[in-house]
């Protein structure tokens, strides 16, 4: 990897793969895999990472909105694509473009049937989502007597799959509740396979039910920050390799006097003599206010450098008093140290968040290994 001499996200296609073949290692061997790349690919690039992953055998893809998915098609992307929440606005662009949607609700389903209807579709493939206790979006159990009504004599849709999420499977303590939302899950799926005719495959692993719940992969499981290099554990990040890191440079070193401040709102007194360093990254582009004032650190030559003083939109200031270093030097922010659970959780929030919110203003640099 190159020095920075500017803000970049870096992007390890090795990582990807590594965390890819470590993942699927976990799967029989007729388990497919579906790889999650909302979000830009969890703030990386949706684009490069599913043609990385097309190319390494992936399954399935999963958005979150059609947009995301009709990008990716123009990128090339072949293999289905599921959408996650998808908007009944685009329904007649996610058929133009050969996306799957995800079919959650009664109202979403009417709708979804007279649009592939007016578009002329015979069996187009949807994913029935259903609800077992995360309750964000998803039929009930009662209301598979609907689907079944609903779809009798209807020839322009067909059940691709029938799926749920976890709601807690990265959390042990709550392996009973995950536990009730399997049994229900099986118990939901059996009766709706029973009432089609026909046999949809199964999908409700994510990345932690994939390592904590190995029993329940069914025919599908679904992947999404575990691809990215973290896997809600610390001992499963171990194994995992970060794909993103965050590299920015020193703009400018201050020395900073015994009763001088820095920042806006004078935020950072100092009771000593003090250095400085000024770096070009701010809350614009994804390093929220939550992470200043001595919150969270960034690393120069390995070494620990807090921010003090308040997050600006395009600048952060860190205290490098105890680090020999100039001008142009590199700063990594996050990648393999700090990794991006850890400096996310000295604001109290998680990878997921961190990673997401990365702005578009910062460069992609992509890693070929």
Known sequence: MGKATETVLE?????????????????????????????FAYGSDAARIALKMQALGVDYFAVAYSKEGIALRKAGITKPILVL????????????HCLEPSIYSKKVLR???ETAEKHGQTKYPVH????????????WARDVDYIEEALRNRKAIKITSIFSHLAASEDLNEEDFTSVQIRTFEKISKTITTRLGYRPFRHLLNTSGILNYPEAQ???????????GYGNHPEIDKQLKAVATLKTVISQIHKIEPGETVGYN???SS??????????????DGIGRQYGNGNTFVTVHGKKAFIIGNVCMDMIMIDVSHIDCKEGDEV????????????????????YELLTGISQRVTRVFIVD
């Open 128 to 139: 029935l989502k259903f609800n077992t206790g995360l309750n964000r979006l998803g039929f």
């Open 85 to 96: 929440h998808p908007l009944p606005l685009h329904f007649g662009e996610l058929i133009e």
């Open 218 to 228: 069914y025919n599908m499981v679904r992947s999404g920050i575990g691809l990215y």
């Open 332 to 351: 990594i922010v996050f990648g393999d140290s700090p990794s991006a659970e850890i400096f996310a959780a000295t604001a109290n929030t998680i990878s």
């Open 111 to 113: 709708q979804f049937l």
């Open 271 to 284: 009771k000593e003599q003090r250095t400085t360093a000024t770096l070009p990254i701010g809350h614009a």
């Open 11 to 39: 992007i390890d296609l090795g990582a990807l793969e590594h965390n890819y073949h470590f993942l699927q290692s976990k799967l029989g061997s007729e388990t497919k895999f579906l790889a999650v790349v909302k979000a």
């Open 266 to 268: 004078r935020a950072f």
